[in-house]
């Protein structure tokens, strides 16, 4: 079965991902800081995952550690990133580093080094994909707007933009 790295994978979604690909059958490998600002004072996997991933302790800014966990990887899947939207408008040069930066040295590693990578997953970000694609009944593949602050005081559901109903409204499913 194939090798997985996951990067920032003790975090919410890498956990998660983790679990399901640890049911199929993938060896995980998880490269993660534990950045206090999102574990706290816990500095460990969820117990579920203890034992059954090889846990590296490290940042991806780290050349060094991040090539090493690359070594016999068949899949990338790179959530490591700094996730305060707000934080990121003035702690520019940190964001940079690690969402930005880290993310370079992956590609780097690719193309310079070699290697077996045949699948890489980035994550992406809602400033990206804004509110969601999702299909209506009725209006087919529709993008709702960015909702306002009004909207999300009378329901937090984005509405299709054509209808003006919510997802969950007779004009989608
Ligand atoms: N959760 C969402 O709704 C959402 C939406 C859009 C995009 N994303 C993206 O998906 C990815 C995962 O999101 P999440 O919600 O699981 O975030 P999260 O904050 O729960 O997890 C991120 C993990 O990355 C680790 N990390 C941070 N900096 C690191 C570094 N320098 N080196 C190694 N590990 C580091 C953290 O310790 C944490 O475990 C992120 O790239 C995020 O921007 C998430």
Do not use: W
Request: hydrophobic share 35%.
């Amino acid at each position: 079965m194939k090798n997985v790295l996951i990067t920032g994978g003790a975090g919410f979604i890498g956990t998660n991902v983790t679990r399901r690909l640890l049911e199929l059958g993938y060896k995980v490998t998880i490269l993660d800081c534990f950045l206090e600002q999102i574990h706290g004072d816990k500095q460990e996997l969820p117990d579920d995952l203890e034992g059954k991933v090889r846990l590296i302790r490290g940042s991806v800014e780290d050349k060094d550690i991040f090539y090493k966990a690359l070594e016999n990887q068949h899949i990338v899947i790179h959530y490591a990133a700094e996730t305060g939207t707000g934080q990121s408008m003035y702690s520019i040069a940190r964001y940079s580093n690690v969402n930005i930066q880290a993310t370079a040295l992956l590609c780097d590693f690719i193309m310079n080094e070699e290697n077996g990578i045949e699948n890489v997953i980035v994550a992406s970000s809602r400033s990206i994909y804004g509110e969601g694609k999702y299909v209506s009944e009725v209006h087919g593949e529709v993008y709702p707007n960015a909702r306002t602050y009004k909207d999300v005081e009378d329901t937090f559901d984005v509405r299709c933009p054509i209808s003006g109903k919510t997802r969950f409204d007779s004009c989608s499913y």
